[in-house]
Nanobody
Framework: VQLQASGGGLVQAGGSLRLSCAASGRTFSSYNMGWFRQAPGKEREFVARISGSGGITYYRDSVKGRFTISRDNAKNTVYLQMNSLKPEDTAVYYC????????????????WGQGTLVTVSS
C-alpha cells in the first residue's frame, strides 16, 4: 500500500483544515488507518484511528471534540477534519495503514505516507 497525504498548511488558531490520505491498491477497506503527528523536537504521537469499515474510531484526548477521522473506501481515502486548531497542534501529520486490528502505537503500522505540515499561528 502506498499512501499520499495532503492538505496541510498555515492556519490561524481557531481555524480548520482537512487532511486527506490517498491509498493505492484494491484492498483499502481491509486496512485500519491512523493519523499520527510529530512536532519539532518531539516524538511521533497518535492522533486518531479508524477501522476498515469506518465504524470504529479512536482519538487522543487532546483532539477529542475537535478532530474527526473518516474514510471513503470507494475513493481509497482517509480524512482528518481538524477544527478549532490550536498552536500546539502544529506538527507534521502522517497517515499510516495497518492490516490487522487497530492500534495507537506507531510501530504497529506497516505503511506510512510522507507527511504533511500543519502550522497553527497564535
Amino acid at each position: 500500500v502506498q499512501l499520499q497525504a495532503s492538505g496541510g498548511g498555515l492556519v490561524q488558531a481557531g481555524g480548520s483544515l482537512r487532511l486527506s490520505c490517498a491509498a493505492s491498491g484494491r484492498t483499502f477497506s481491509s486496512y485500519n488507518m491512523g493519523w499520527f503527528r510529530q512536532a519539532p523536537g518531539k516524538e511521533r504521537e497518535f492522533v486518531a484511528r479508524i477501522s476498515g469499515s469506518g465504524g470504529i474510531t479512536y482519538y487522543r484526548d487532546s483532539v477529542k471534540g475537535r478532530f474527526t477521522i473518516s474514510r471513503d473506501n470507494a475513493k481509497n481515502t482517509v480524512y482528518l477534519q481538524m477544527n478549532s486548531l490550536k498552536p500546539e497542534d502544529t506538527a507534521v501529520y502522517y497517515c499510516a495503514a495497518r492490516y490487522y486490528s487497530g492500534s495507537a502505537r506507531s510501530r504497529d503500522y506497516d505503511f506510512w505516507g510522507q507527511g504533511t505540515l500543519v502550522t497553527v499561528s497564535s
